[in-house]
């Protein structure tokens, strides 16, 4: 079956420090993979996605590249701000056209410090 | 955003007591979702939908039911609430094929 495998932190950095959130996956087929960030109190929110090998998605800064012979997904950011602070998920779909929704790793609590 | 409404966003329960929980989305999206979210464990699908009347197990799906009617609505009922399903629970839709899902806000249960 599918999985996500992702550091869980918390992650504690200062403010623009750089930023490397690690993200595995194992899945039988040619996934899709994505990075949500769920503020406190919030559902999740979708950061970015990669639909294909050698993709990057990237969005406010943060970036993440589909790397196939790695299977991995690792989310960056070169400064990081004190609003960044926040649960980010790393999750992957079945392009197989599976109904059986996103797998989820188990999340990374960021907390950035002034 | 999806337009993914859940209600209630709280609620107290005693145990033993059946509960449900309602998701209504305005995009016409075919997929719907519920996830329970605990600490240590991520999001875990408890059953989705793949069309109205149309549903199936998830992970974590024993003591919960589903049922949908509606396109546009998807609800979630425990049988005989536990105090293991004290939780954050998340409804999600999606169009499927490997594309992204869009969350509700989550309803925080809590069974004493």
């Known amino acids: 079956g599918n999985s996500v495998t992702q550091m869980e932190g918390p992650v504690t950095l200062s403010e623009e420090a750089f930023l490397t959130i690690n993200c595995t996956y194992t899945a039988t087929g040619y996934p899709s993979l994505f990075w949500y960030v769920q503020y406190p109190g919030e559902g999740l929110q979708l950061l970015l996605k990669a639909t294909k090998a050698d993709d990057k998605g990237s969005n406010k800064g943060f970036e993440a590249t589909y790397r196939k012979e790695t299977t991995s997904f690792h989310l960056e950011k070169g400064s990081v701000q004190v609003s960044d602070s926040a649960v980010y998920f790393c999750a992957l779909s079945d392009s197989g056209g599976g109904a059986d929704g996103l797998t989820f790793g188990k999340g990374t609590h960021l907390i950035i410090q002034p | 955003d999806a337009g993914i409404t859940q209600s209630p966003r709280h609620k107290v329960t005693e145990t033993g007591t059946p509960v449900t929980l309602r998701c209504h989305q305005t995009?016409?999206?075919?997929?719907m979702y519920w996830y329970r979210q605990d600490p240590g464990h991520g999001l875990r699908l408890i059953h989705y939908s793949y069309g109205v009347k149309d549903t199936d197990k998830g992970e974590v799906s024993d003591g919960y039911s589903v049922s949908r009617s509606k396109t546009e609505d998807f609800l979630l009922t425990l049988e005989s609430a536990t105090s293991s399903q004290t939780s954050v629970y998340f409804c999600?839709?999606?169009?499927?094929?490997?594309?992204?899902?869009?969350f509700g806000q989550g309803t925080r249960l809590t069974v004493v």
């Open positions: 999600a839709t999606s169009t499927g094929g490997g594309t992204e899902a869009f």
């Open positions: 995009e016409n999206h075919r997929y």
